[in-house]
């Protein structure tokens, strides 16, 4: 599959992928404003970099886009939409998709017991318990699985499913092993994320260069 994408990675990663398999990416969401002063999130836009971000990968886009699914945040549902006016779908139908695993696990760490954002996936790579409280890297993992996999999907068509950041690095860290810093480095970078292709219990995983296997995970 032709893609333009500023992860050199992922253009690699398409490349790879076979013609007539059904292929869903797990991406996040385009480039957004800067953070709020009030630290609320919720609200924050793609910028107009991050538009032409998604326009521009939409139109590099050499087979037909299938179905669109997004978080409820509206940057996640803007990334798939302009995603899809690039490739030149008029009048996009977006399935709100909300997976809460991963980053929900991150909050409330956070809000009850004081730990950073990036501590939390720290800790969460390497089994640190002061920093997750039990929480288990499979157990925030395999909802987001289930998820990308709810829809079979037509042989031959790109699926996109755009959620955050967080769900990216919860999915690469399970899958490939990635190792984030305890202040953010090795981070999933904007409209970053993975490729899949088969079925819930016999899928092929694409991520930064590498291609695994993974039978009844």
């Not at 886009?61 to 803007?78: F, K, N, W």
């Not at 990036?118 to 925030?140: H, K, M, N, P, V």
Request: glycine residues 10%; charged residues 25%; proline residues 4%.
């Amino acid at each position: 599959m032709r893609l333009n994408h500023p992860c050199e990675e992922m253009v690699r990663d398409a490349a790879k992928l076979p013609a007539d398999a059904n292929i869903k990416l797990f991406m996040r969401h385009a480039i957004r404003y800067d953070n709020p002063v009030n630290g609320d999130y919720s609200s924050l836009l793609l910028t107009p970099e991050g538009i032409r971000m998604a326009q521009d990968i939409g139109r590099s886009l050499d087979r037909p886009v299938g179905g669109l699914y997004a978080s409820t945040v509206e940057r996640c549902r803007q990334t798939v939409r302009e995603i899809a006016a690039g490739a030149g779908t008029k009048a996009p139908e977006i399935v709100s998709k909300e997976v809460y695993s991963g980053s929900a696990g991150a909050y409330k760490a956070r809000d009850e017991h004081g730990v950073g954002w990036f501590e939390y996936f720290y800790g969460l790579q390497r089994s640190i318990d002061e920093y997750t409280w039990g929480a288990t890297l499979y157990g925030e993992a395999k909802p987001i699985v289930d998820a990308i996999f709810a829809e079979p999907g037509e042989g031959g068509k790109l699926d996109i499913i755009c959620s955050h950041d967080s769900h990216v690095v919860v999915l690469a860290s399970a899958l490939f092993g990635l190792k984030t810093g305890i202040h953010g480095e090795n981070w999933c970078r904007y409209t970053e994320g993975l490729f899949f292709t088969g079925t819930r219990d016999d899928f092929t995983a694409y991520w930064r260069g590498e291609e695994k296997r993974f039978r009844n995970w």
